[in-house]
């Protein structure tokens, strides 16, 4: 059966894949459906962030430990895609990531049975994807780190100058940011990823500790402090904080911030997904995000 665009289209209703919106009825549209699932997620990230150095170098072990067993798995299927169900008998639930439904898709296929067997074959070099892109991920994150840790001297000192500076304008009285912080505000839980409504009008304000920002979309996204200084942003990830490897590099003399203060996804150009990394916290408004 050959559905539009002359994609050849099952005889039986299809997949339930999480996410997908209906059925999945055909090999390209399954294709499609797993294809964004090979990157990243944010809250994924996020707990890559958080992790000591020791844990970090852990996860960078057994994710590419897991990426070499898919490979071998892989290599001995090609031309014997019959056998993927036996292979697959062999791999216990738990070696699946529950990240993007990913652990759920591969019940479904085990559920199916017999059937197919090519979307088997392309759900396993998918996720094999994925785990390359999670070990690019940790391997950034520790670069990051070492850097910063190299940087640490340099940039404190240049710190403590620039505030002391600022403290002589008058650009770092506590008692006008209080004066400015708006109570109404919520705090966003750490390392949790929060969906962002969608149809929002004009900036979408953020306070990061009690700093006020706005992230402007209408002439290319950039993220915008108290005192006017702009940050481009980029479509995807946005990493957010003072450290200098950050995407969006806040001010030095904003010491309240968080070196890396929080993630922020951008879809299309517009604020989608936001992640608090920091302790003294991320604020926005109730209204804004899904979950809270």
């Given at each position: 059966?050959?559905?539009?665009?002359?994609?050849?289209?099952?005889?039986?209703?299809?997949?339930?894949?999480?996410?997908?919106?209906?059925l999945v009825g055909s090999l390209a549209e399954f294709e499609?459906?797993?294809?964004?699932?090979?990157?990243?997620?944010?809250?994924?990230?996020?707990?890559?962030?958080?992790?000591?150095?020791?844990?970090?170098?852990?996860?960078?072990?057994?994710?590419?430990?897991?990426?070499?067993?898919?490979?071998?798995?892989?290599?001995?299927?090609?031309?014997?895609?019959?056998?993927?169900?036996?292979?697959?008998?062999?791999?216990?639930?738990?070696?699946?990531?529950?990240?993007?439904?990913?652990?759920?898709?591969?019940?479904?296929?085990?559920?199916?049975?017999?059937?197919?067997?090519?979307?088997?074959?392309?759900?396993?070099?998918?996720?094999?994807?994925?785990?390359?892109?999670?070990?690019?991920?940790?391997n950034q994150v520790s670069t990051d780190r070492l850097q910063?840790?190299?940087?640490?001297?340099?940039?404190?000192?240049?710190?403590?100058?620039?505030?002391?500076?600022?403290?002589?304008?008058?650009?770092?009285?506590?008692?006008?940011?209080?004066?400015?912080?708006?109570?109404?505000?919520?705090?966003?839980?750490?390392?949790?990823?929060?969906?962002?409504?969608?149809?929002?009008?004009?900036?979408?304000?953020?306070?990061?500790?009690?700093?006020?920002?706005?992230?402007?979309?209408?002439?290319?996204?950039?993220?915008?402090?108290?005192?006017?200084?702009?940050?481009?942003?980029?479509?995807?990830?946005?990493?957010?904080?003072?450290?200098?490897?950050?995407?969006?590099?806040?001010?030095?003399?904003?010491?309240?911030?968080?070196?890396?203060?929080?993630?922020?996804?951008?879809?299309?150009?517009?604020?989608?997904?936001?992640?608090d990394l920091s302790s003294a916290g991320t604020f926005v408004?109730?209204?804004?995000?899904?979950?809270?």
């Amino acid at each position: 059966m050959v559905g539009e665009g002359g994609e050849q289209r099952l005889d039986h209703p299809g997949l339930t894949i999480p996410g997908a919106p209906g059925l999945v009825g055909s090999l390209a549209e399954f294709e499609r459906t797993l294809k964004p699932r090979t990157a990243v997620p944010s809250q994924r990230y996020a707990r890559f962030l958080v992790l000591e150095d020791e844990g970090l170098a852990a996860a960078v072990v057994t994710a590419r430990h897991a990426a070499e067993h898919l490979r071998r798995m892989l290599e001995e299927l090609r031309g014997h895609s019959s056998d993927v169900d036996a292979v697959l008998a062999g791999v216990a639930p738990g070696f699946f990531s529950e990240d993007h439904g990913w652990r759920d898709i591969f019940e479904e296929l085990r559920a199916a049975g017999p059937r197919f067997m090519d979307y088997k074959f392309v759900a396993l070099a998918d996720y094999r994807r994925y785990l390359l892109h999670c070990v690019d991920a940790l391997n950034q994150v520790s670069t990051d780190r070492l850097q910063s840790t190299l940087c640490e001297e340099v940039h404190a000192q240049g710190e403590e100058s620039t505030v002391l500076a600022a403290a002589r304008r008058g650009h770092d009285s506590s008692a006008r940011r209080e004066e400015g912080f708006v109570r109404d505000l919520v705090r966003l839980p750490r390392a949790t990823t929060l969906t962002l409504r969608p149809g929002r009008d004009g900036p979408f304000e953020l306070w990061l500790a009690k700093r006020r920002f706005r992230v402007e979309t209408w002439a290319g996204a950039v993220l915008v402090d108290e005192q006017g200084q702009r940050a481009s942003l980029h479509e995807g990830r946005n990493l957010v904080g003072r450290g200098l490897y950050n995407d969006a590099i806040v001010d030095a003399t904003f010491t309240d911030v968080s070196r890396r203060h929080l993630i922020l996804d951008l879809v299309d150009g517009s604020p989608a997904a936001i992640t608090d990394l920091s302790s003294a916290g991320t604020f926005v408004s109730r209204a804004l995000v899904e979950v809270v």
